[in-house]
């Protein structure tokens, strides 16, 4: 079975904890976005050694691998959404599809050891970039396609939520996946 498509707006999570997995991402100091990305990518390599990382815990649902694959993709692309932020005026970020570069990208087929790895350089080029924003550089703004403005500071909060969400995705899949 496919999985479905996620096309849930998440900008929700800037305004109170996830009810998923309760994250609050107004619980911590701005400038830590860059330090929690690293922790986050270290946790992804503890669990990409899980002897089940490939296998899906229900036909609806990501493999740990799967979900890895697409924290890799998330921290490059806001890598790259982060420069234009700080490089440019206000940009508008291309779409993503997320569904669509899972596909594309076979994150089911991936080794595991290569996309920790992956992992790694990604979040290390991504907090690196985080942990250069100056006082006044986190009210600059982005837009994402579909019109929601994002200023430095919400981009961050907005975005460290996907990874460590993840990681409780992965966390609950393999409790199915033990039963």
Partial sequence: MAIEPDT???TWVLDKPCDECGFE???FPRDQVGRMTRENASRWRELLVHPRAK???TDDR???LEYACHVRDVFRLYDERL???LEQDGPHYPNWDQNEAAVAGRYEAADPLIV???IDQAADALATRFDSVGPSQWE???FRSDGARFTIESFARYFIHDPIHHVDDVEK??????R
């Fill in 62 to 64: 990501w493999s740990a």
């Fill in 25 to 27: 991402t107004s619980a």
């Fill in 55 to 57: 296998d899906r815990p």
């Fill in 83 to 85: 420069e234009m932020m």
């Fill in 116 to 118: 920790s790895d992956e």
């Fill in 8 to 10: 849930k707006d998440w």
């Fill in 173 to 178: 899949g393999y409790a199915l996946l033990e």
């Fill in 140 to 142: 600059r703004t982005g």
